[in-house]
T-cell receptor, first 106, second 115 residues
Framework: GIQVEQSPPDLILQEGANSTLRCNFS?????LQWFHQNPWGQLINLFYIPSGTKQNGRLSATTVATERYSLLYISSSQTTDSGVYFCAVEQGDMRFGAGTRLTVKP | GAVVSQHPSWVICKSGTSVKIECRSLDFQATTMFWYRQFPKQSLMLMAT?????????EQGVEKDKFLINHASLTLSTLTVTSAHPEDSSFYIC???????????FGSGTRLTVV
């Protein structure tokens, strides 16, 4: 099956810093989404981005489908950005990467 | 739009009993729903695909007789954990997609603890 790799696995930032999270996938996909899982387990959909670039406030994402990777940018990080960020790809069903655990310190 | 409701949010049950988890698409019809399991500090692993009006398809290693899935309508899928044991304690999440445009939406999850 398709492999989804996320890096880095863990990331610690000082409040106000910028960061880039990466997602590599091993095959062509129909869909790619980025999620933020909050401490209660809820998956918050950040971006639906099978290709191209999107921005939403301090977050933006870029997917280069031909090269099978996606990037999530977080600018001016805040403590509330802490949590686990998942990349998930779809080929009929959604498969998740292992996630990046982000800690933003005040 | 595209809201998936999951119930209950958490449940504690005794070993050997069965627990039912419901997943509803509130504002769209879902011919297919997906069930995931997440252990602490791990990723979400697909357990099974629930198909309206037909049998569910299970991922390799998932016991279909233990995790019973019923998708009797276009808005409701249920997962029943039968004869639960402490090792079944986990976070269970369902998802569905109204169309390919908006991607997949996930329920809020059910935290199951078997004592």
């Amino acid at each position: 099956g398709i492999q989804v790799e996320q890096s880095p696995p863990d990331l610690i930032l000082q409040e106000g810093a910028n960061s880039t999270l990466r997602c590599n996938f091993s095959d062509s996909v129909n869909n790619l989404q980025w999620f933020h899982q909050n401490p209660w387990g809820q998956l918050i959909n950040l971006f639906y981005i099978p290709s191209g670039t999107k921005q939403n406030g301090r977050l933006s994402a870029t997917t280069v489908a031909t090269e099978r990777y996606s990037l999530l940018y977080i600018s001016s990080s805040q403590t509330t950005d802490s949590g686990v960020y998942f990349c998930a790809v779809e080929q009929g069903d959604m498969r998740f990467g292992a996630g990046t655990r982000l800690t933003v310190k005040p | 739009g595209a809201v998936v409701s999951q119930h209950p949010s958490w449940v504690i049950c005794k070993s050997g009993t069965s627990v039912k988890i419901e997943c509803r698409s509130l504002d769209f019809q879902a011919t297919t729903m997906f069930w995931y399991r997440q252990f602490p500090k791990q990723s979400l692993m697909l357990m099974a695909t629930s198909n309206e009006g037909s049998k569910a398809t299970y991922e390799q290693g998932v016991e279909k007789d233990k995790f019973l899935i019923n998708h009797a309508s276009l808005t409701l899928s249920t997962l029943t954990v039968t004869s639960a044991h402490p090792e079944d304690s986990s976070f269970y999440i369902c998802s569905a997609s109204p169309t390919g445009v908006y991607g997949y939406t996930f329920g809020s999850g059910t935290r199951l603890t078997v004592v």
